[in-house]
């Protein structure tokens, strides 16, 4: 009996030897939620391995004098694990990914359309070293593009990337590595545009658009071969229209109306199209303004309606024919003068002299007019209007806006075709 009530007082005080340790625990636990930034766990505790181990997955500290209950509320709070929170961020990420993904969709199909009709070009070129040197040979690359011209397929490019090669020096290749075959070549210095003539005519032609259209800010896309790397491609916008006065490396290109585009345009991307969202052809890559050689984000592009006429011309008469109005303009029309004759800017061509029954001699056209618009467009300066004469068919009957004693009048004029073309 004696050694009953022993063990039954021995396992009493085991129990609360044991209800006691727990009770301690608990406030040692309670104290640490309440100044966790007081009493942060050591190493060696129990804790070390918890929530409380890594600093930077710690609960916001509380403060002392919140009541329990919201300390309770925050102690139960689940905090996320490093890798949950950057799988939610990966998944965030990869949603508008996919959203951006389904936009650039459109531009991967705007080059698979247009790239059959791609053309690189290599030309080798003979250049004068000078007296009593030998000459040497250079290779130039550049692109085109195929286009439709009296039924057949041409290959349309600028004519500083194959002038001056022989016929047997310039080499095109399709990006499908098809070589084709140039039979004749035509250029035309004064606005630098080349069609070439080919033996193939199982090939695709390229989509034109209308340049006219073309807004400032429209998306495009710029391909061409960049120092001599074939099919390359690259984005932008329309920068401005109507670029003119450009000094150039040829002095040569006198007619003049560029688009300008921060499209990357490189050496070597001469000659290659500018591509709208539709993948059709809005102009032929040119030039570049650049201190360095290279893309400094001011490209000049021929709108597409223009390299066309010419084009079409090249083929049709071996030449361009410039058509003629038959006035000479003043240079010098300045906002005095303008305000002098009652207009508010200088916009226009001021007429100098008349040629004596010429198209302008018999449209009605005098001297002193200010000529505000040619067949429907608005002319800026006298530059301007010589270059849109010149781009304008022999023969067409074309409109004029003229400003003569303070009023606006209306004429028409047949063009003839100019004595110097």
């Known amino acids: 009996m004696v050694r009953k009530l022993c063990l039954t007082r021995r396992l009493i005080c ?118 009593g040197f030998a000459s040497s040979r250079i290779e130039e690359a550049g692109a085109g593009v195929l286009v439709n011209v009296a039924g057949t397929p041409h290959v349309l490019t600028n004519r500083h990337v194959i002038h001056p090669a022989d016929i047997h020096s310039i080499r095109l290749e399709l990006n499908s590595g098809r070589r084709l075959q140039p039979t004749q070549v035509w250029t035309d210095p004064s606005t630098d545009v080349a069609i070439i003539q080919i033996a193939e005519r199982d090939l695709v032609t390229a989509e034109l658009g209308d ?64 591509l709208n969202y539709y993948g059709q052809i809005v102009g032929i890559n040119t030039a570049i ?30 030449r361009l024919q410039r058509a003629y109005l038959g006035v000479q303009l003043e240079n010098a029309f300045d906002p005095i003068t303008a305000r002098r004759l009652g207009l508010g800017t200088n916009m226009g061509a001021l007429v100098k002299s008349i040629i004596p029954n010429s198209p302008a ?8 007019d200010v000529i505000l618009e040619f067949n429907g467009s608005k002319i800026y300066n006298d530059g301007h209007l010589v270059q849109s004469v010149g781009l304008t068919p022999v023969g067409k009957s074309v409109s004029l806006v003229i400003f003569r004693n303070g009023q606006k009048l209306q004429a028409t004029a047949v063009l003839d075709s100019s004595p110097e073309s």
Not at 28 to 34: E, G, S, T, Y
Not at 232 to 243: E, F, P, Q, Y
């Open 361 to 368: 001699d018999r449209g009605g056209v005098r001297v002193g």
């Open 14 to 131: 085991i129990a609360l030897g044991l209800l006691a340790a727990k009770l301690n625990v608990a406030t040692a636990h309670a104290q640490i939620v309440l100044r966790p930034s007081l009493d942060p766990p050591s190493a060696a505790s129990e804790y070390a391995n918890g929530d409380y181990a890594d600093s930077s997955r710690r609960q916001r500290p509380v403060s002392r004098e919140a009541p329990l209950s919201s300390v309770s509320r925050d102690y139960n709070q689940p905090v996320l694990p490093e890798s949950n929170s950057r799988a939610h961020e990966f998944k965030e990420l990869r949603a508008e990914a996919d959203a951006l993904s389904r936009q650039l969709t459109l531009v991967r199909r705007i080059v698979h359309f247009a790239s059959p009709t791609i053309v690189h070009i290599e030309a080798t070129k003979t250049a004068e070293t000078g007296k």
């Open 211 to 274: 340049s006219d259209a073309m807004e400032v800010g429209d998306f495009v896309l710029a391909i061409g071969s960049p120092f001599g790397l074939s099919h390359s491609v690259t984005s932008g916008i329309l920068s401005a229209k109507g670029r003119r006065n450009l000094e150039l490396g040829s002095k040569e290109i006198e007619i003049q109306n560029f688009f300008q585009t921060d499209a990357a345009i490189n050496p070597g991307n001469s000659g290659g199209p500018l």
């Open 289 to 318: 303004a650049s201190n360095s050689g290279g893309n400094e984000g001011i490209g000049f592009t021929i709108p597409i309606n223009m390299a066309m006429v010419v084009a079409e011309q090249l083929v049709s008469s071996g």
